[in-house]
């Protein structure tokens, strides 16, 4: 059974982020393109620099969702696996791509006189059948190979390398609508279920607060069909007491 | 094959954050906890809040890790289905704890004079055979069951529930040194390879970076054996040529 169209899912590859060296920017920048696009993220999965993890995470991301986007590990050092761990999932050799090496060639031979050593050759590796998209401005080539987009971990260049694709993912939008509440989360319970069962195709999700906000429970509505999203939202705004509702939006 | 010792694994549950409604706060916090306390962490999960999704990521972070986290979907609501899908996780039943049930009771009746609702109920439902920690100050009580941590997502309440069981956790520490470099990562990956393979107990990692900072790449040695991970270090060190290094840290 393949994943339904318009789903995502996330690897973020980062011993880094494990080990909280780094706070992870990629996934929740990505989250939000992704929401802006209408593409439901449907798992963000965070892994270490380790091929056999790496693989198990990406094939079940690719089992879960249509898109899969990879962060990090992309690169010339001894952690940098992603590639070799994407050859594995799809069960394809790691070979060097020539319109890469020739790019390679000439900023790097052309500017130094030097042969390029092993490292900089790894540069040019990907798994067979992948694409390529060079970016006149980016040092990295976005790869995709099947449903998978390989973008590279450093955000700066993340961001690019999604940006080049982005327009690819857009889909028909996702309409919210959120009612802020001065109930507690105990009081709406039923009225809540009631919406759920009024309204199965519609995603509906309550966040109650413990602090000193206006309110103490925001409900959300979700959905690609407009009028159902505003029809549920109204449906349960009229089940509520007065006062309940502190306000919309 | 039980989980090796001092590991952990996260579970973020939360539409919210999958649909970039928050930015999840929850797991960077924690994570840089973990890694004070000495804990290596294997991997995050962020799943919706679906219980086979939760179930499958729960019991593959308990094969994954000594001490599995998990964050959300605690609360009497539709979308609240943490407690039903760690009970289905571990073959148990869902039944009322006792000591809960008295200290809502004393919250909800003794100060309206109203019976609980059904929503009020479930805050006192978990899984057969969990351990429940009651705080003075919270509102929710820490559940664990078997080696898994349930905690509520929001971030407030999911702070003061890992703080009152952090120490449980402590282990031995992992000692760290960065080194700066002026070098590219081709330049290094040679000595970055020599380094690994002398010291393979020592986790070596190595992030780039493309702006105007004062290096161009960043080393790290980690390990739980710190004359290891100075030696490494050394070791990186007296192979590059004059001028290579930025700083160390």
Redesign the interface.
Known sequence: MSPPPGTAALVIIG??????????ENG?WL??E??ELGV??????????EIP?IVEAVQRACRSAAHVFTSGGI??????VTIAALARAFERRVVTDARSLELLREKIEGKTARRM????L??AEVPEGAQLLWDAQS?FPVITLEQVVILPG?P??FKQGFLAVRERFRTSP?FSRAVFLASS??????H??AT?AAFPEV?????????DADHRVKV?F?GRAEAQVAQACEFFVARLPPGAVVRTA
């Open positions: 011993n880094e982020v494990l080990s909280a060296k780094v706070v992870d929740p989250l939000r992704l929401r439901e993220v449907r798992r963000v999965e965070t892994v270490p620099d993890l690169g010339p050092t001894h952690d940098d050593n092993a490292a900089q790894r540069l040092i450093v700066a260049l996702i989360e105990s009081a709406l319970a039923e809540l279920d759920v995603g509906i999700g309550s966040y109650p607060r413990f602090d959300t979700d």
